[in-house]
């Protein structure tokens, strides 16, 4: 029995009239991949109670109250800072068509998990705070503020001054929430001021005033926040990374919070679940770092997406990197597992230990599943043999191939199958093969900072490309100044980029010898190329 079924099966036997399972996120720039573990994981437990016909409710909160308090890479710096500190529903969308900076991003992460057949009733935070469900929560934390001050003493050892309240206005003159700082509280309304050096990442316009703290006027620090939404929404199952999971951290703070102040139980965590990272980093969405969710989602099908992440136990960590024999592997494992299901349907369970693997395999698929999954055995052209097919040029040759391998013509829902392996073989092939890696410019070899590098000076060149070998290295040699960069990484970087290999020409003549859209096209994915727009919007997105 897999993780999920023994979760469930403890939960109805706990005998509630109703659970309700919640994730959520702060849609502060292009979500990551790993955010996809959090959703899937509380979609599998979703599924497995009603299964066993518990009545059951899923989730999924915007946190778009939350104050912008960095700006992606990818976005211009300049054009953004002057909304550093605001509510993110607050800001302006990078792109038109979109209520907000929140809309935006949250879109494309929507997008994605209903891709992979997640589909939780969405919250916006903006929204609960504005139609009041938050109101008498806000004030039970205001009013017992001392037990608030206690509990962060007691449960994480920090100490909060007798002037420190739980709240965070919107400050009336410069539209901020990440500056402001509560300083009194009167029963009907909160005294508070914009402070210029509250924070590190934005700065306040000094303005004070008092506002009664009810609808979208503020909201609560995080640590206060989770709670309060548990209540506003009924939460009774809500996992996290282990981040927030360890001693004194946030979900023991809310914990707390909940039961001593809400008189609300903390909902079920299964213990938290693991990080997901790309290429052994930890990502985040803010700082831009990892690999997007939806760019994932363009070189694996929907089936192999949510399979690639149901198929771990949630306090496994695990790593992905897409190169080399990666994706081959993982649609064997697939297969696999697909054949066990197979061998379930059939009723062809043998006994013992070889069958409750079996049966765990099949179980894996079913919660995989993103379309109805076939109701008889079907055959499945391999992955790996596709590949080799079209890399030898015998892409012509695979309908015969495999109805050869069958003994017989494939049937129309294996052709379609074939036919989308094809699909995502050629990107494979492009771009994540052996011989491919060596020629990605982000690929694992290259570390932080020579991707930040590389994203300066491909901005520098798109601005005004050199006419002279001369002109582009110094601009090379600017830039590594301005970044503080190691020159060594920053050459090896360019040459990655542009040749696949660590070393050859000098770098200023090679950028002017292939010109401007070669060498933009080669650090940039084109496929996403968008036009800069007046509010500073990205050309392009990096891979």
Not at 78 to 94: C, D, E, I
Not at 205 to 227: A, H, Q, R, S, T
């Amino acid at each position: 029995m897999i993780w999920a079924d023994r979760e469930a099966k403890k939960i109805k036997e706990k005998g509630s009239p109703r659970e309700w399972v919640d994730d959520m996120k702060t849609p502060s720039g292009r979500v990551h991949f790993g955010s996809l573990r959090g959703i899937v994981i509380h979609d599998i437990i979703y599924k497995a109670l009603k299964e066993i016909e518990v009545k059951v409710g899923f989730s999924y909160v915007f946190n778009d109250m939350d104050p912008l308090d960095t700006i992606p890479p990818y976005l211009n710096k300049k054009h953004w800072s002057k909304y550093l500190g605001m509510p993110l529903y607050r800001v302006p969308s990078p792109v038109k068509g979109y209520s907000s900076f929140a809309h935006y991003f949250a879109q494309e992460f929507i997008e994605v998990f209903l891709s992979i057949n997640c589909q939780p009733k969405i919250f916006w935070s903006s929204q609960l705070y504005r139609s009041g469900k938050m109101d008498q929560i806000i004030r039970e934390f205001l009013k017992n503020v001392k037990k608030v001050r206690e509990i962060y003493q007691r449960v994480a050892k920090a100490k909060k001054p007798s002037f420190w309240f739980p709240y965070h206005p919107v400050c009336h003159h410069c539209g901020k929430i990440g500056t402001t700082d509560v300083h009194h509280w009167d029963g009907q309304f909160v005294y508070y001021r914009c402070q210029p050096r509250l924070v590190s990442w934005a700065q306040g316009c000094g303005y004070e005033g008092k506002v009664e703290p009810v609808g979208e006027n503020g909201k609560l620090p995080w640590k206060v926040d989770w709670p309060g939404h548990w209540r506003a929404i009924g939460v009774t199952i809500e996992s996290a990374g282990k981040d927030h999971m360890s001693a004194g951290g946030s979900y023991e703070i809310a914990s707390h919070l909940a039961q001593e102040i809400l008189d609300y139980p903390p909902p079920e965590t299964f213990g938290g679940y693991e990080w997901f990272t790309i290429g052994g980093k930890k990502m985040s969405s803010s700082k831009g770092i990892g690999v997007s969710a939806k760019e994932v989602s363009e070189f694996l099908p929907p089936s192999l997406l949510r399979f690639l992440i149901a198929r771990i136990p949630i306090q496994i960590h695990f790593d992905f990197n897409p190169y080399g024999q990666t994706i081959p592997r993982l649609y064997d494992e697939y297969d696999r597992c697909l054949g066990a299901y197979f061998d379930k349907i059939e009723g062809k369970i043998p006994a013992g230990k070889k069958g409750e693997v079996i049966v765990d395999l099949a179980r894996i698929v079913e919660f995989s599943q993103v379309s109805p999954l076939p109701k008889k055995r079907l055959f499945l052209p391999r992955f790996k043999t596709i590949v080799n097919l079209i890399d030898h040029h015998k892409e012509d040759q695979l309908k015969s191939f495999f109805k050869n391998q069958k003994g017989k013509s494939l049937t129309l829902e294996e052709n379609q199958i074939l036919e989308e392996r094809y699909h995502y073989a050629k990107i494979y092939l492009e771009k994540y093969s052996l011989s491919s890696e060596k020629n990605s410019a982000f690929s694992s070899t290259l570390n932080e900072n020579q991707k930040k590098f590389l994203l300066a000076l491909a901005q520098k060149l798109e601005e005004n490309f050199p006419a002279e070998k001369d002109q582009a290295q110094a601009m090379i040699l600017k830039t590594i100044h301005k970044l503080n960069t190691n020159p060594r990484e920053a050459f090896s970087s360019i040459y990655l980029a542009l040749t696949g290999k660590t070393s050859g020409p000098r770098a200023g003549e090679l950028i002017v010898k292939l010109g401007k859209e070669k060498t933009l096209k080669k650090i940039f994915d084109l496929k996403d190329q968008k036009h800069t727009s007046d509010n500073g919007s990205p050309k392009f997105t990096l891979k």
